[in-house]
């Protein structure tokens, strides 16, 4: 099962209050964001085109820690940017696992090596590796020569030493059913991560390169080709069951953006971290003031070909819960 038990119960439990307290939003993740530099360039990402006075900036652990707690969040994303450069990472996420928040590092992979002893396994922490194909893909898309190797050595040392391992892997328009295949059966049967998340690529504004992102239809054609042959019940995705049927287009969602906020050294995201229509000081700021219905496909054409996780596996995981059929499923993994 690519999610743990317990995590799989803490969530179901946090669900289970927030319906009986009749809260109407709330969120599943909060990717927070500490800070936005990184020591790659990738011409799908549009984090790093800020001005150095922002990449130059760091949420303090004060900051990071007292959001998280804010939002009453079960799990948190750490991304950026590349987190493993803020020097106080390690200390952010001890925190976190502290007060018992489910922790996934996200990471390019760089710097793992270097890093790692400064981390301990527990079942509160993941690191997420991102890959976005096999070697000569995947060193295309982060613009830089020998990442792959790099990546699936570090994926090795941290399974080595205990650590649970996540992969992140986005798909463009230069993917077809075969490049998704193929990175998918590495990950889970040769270097046997333990869970695996997938993305239809999103255009970012600030994105150097804005000629490949795919559109719904893309999306739907290259996800039902990809998972056609069954492939998609043997590989450890950490996906509710019902995400991975919208990717195909055997469901649809409206975006449910408040699912997954995103905290940065701007403040809370409006609507989404893939958006930036301004910012809230709090949490309660930003789930009060935001005007949700004015996003999605049909609402804002900025949304139009949008099918990322951050606003649509939150619809996944909502009808899950309102459906035992859906819920039985999700809880034995079968996708």
């Known amino acids: 099962m690519p999610i743990p038990v317990r995590q799989n119960l803490k969530v179901a439990s946090y ?9 109407e939003k ?17 011409p799908g990402c549009g984090k790093i085109q800020y001005p150095t006075e ?42 976190l696992i502290k007060r018992k928040r489910f922790v996934y590092l996200c990471t390019n992979s760089i710097l793992l090596k270097r890093r790692i002893d400064r981390f301990e396994p527990s079942p509160y922490f993941s690191w997420v590796v991102h890959l976005d194909g096999l070697k000569e893909r995947h060193d295309e898309a982060v613009d830089r020569a020998g990442v792959f190797d790099t990546a699936v050595e ?39 991560v333990d869970a695996m998340m997938i993305s239809p690529a999103y255009a970012y504004e600030k994105a150097p390169d804005q000629d490949h992102f795919l559109g719904v239809r893309q999306t739907r054609d290259l996800f039902q080709s990809a998972f056609g042959d069954g492939r998609r019940k043997k590989w450890r995705l950490n996906h509710t069951p019902l995400f991975l049927d919208f990717l195909e287009g055997k469901v649809d969602y409206q975006c449910t953006p408040w699912g ?11 609507p989404c971290y893939l958006m930036g229509d301004g910012y809230a000081k709090t949490y309660k700021e930003l789930v009060e003031t935001t005007d949700w219905s004015k996003y999605g496909r049909g609402r804002d054409p900025r949304c139009d070909n949008c099918m990322a996780h951050c606003g649509y596996e939150p619809s996944a ?19």
């Open 260 to 270: 997954i906020p995103s905290y940065s050294v701007f403040g809370w995201q409006r």
């Open 15 to 23: 669900l289970m209050r927030q319906k009986l307290a009749r809260k």
């Open 54 to 95: 922002v990449l130059r900036k760091r949420l303090t652990v004060e900051e990071a820690v007292g959001a998280i707690e804010e939002s009453g969040t079960p799990m948190v994303s750490i991304a950026g940017g590349e987190p493993l450069l803020h020097p106080q990472i390690e200390q952010i996420v001890k925190e």
């Open 317 to 335: 995981v909502l009808a899950t819960t309102r459906s035992l059929k859906e819920s039985l499923r999700a809880a034995v993994g079968t996708h």
């Open 154 to 192: 570090a994926i090795r040392l941290a399974k080595d030493k205990g650590f649970r391992v996540t992969t992140n892997s986005t798909f463009f328009t230069t993917d077809s059913p075969k490049t998704v295949r193929e990175v998918l059966d590495f990950l889970n049967d040769e270097l046997e």
């Open 26 to 42: 709330f969120p599943l993740i909060v990717e927070l964001e500490p800070l936005f530099a990184c020591n790659l360039s990738c």
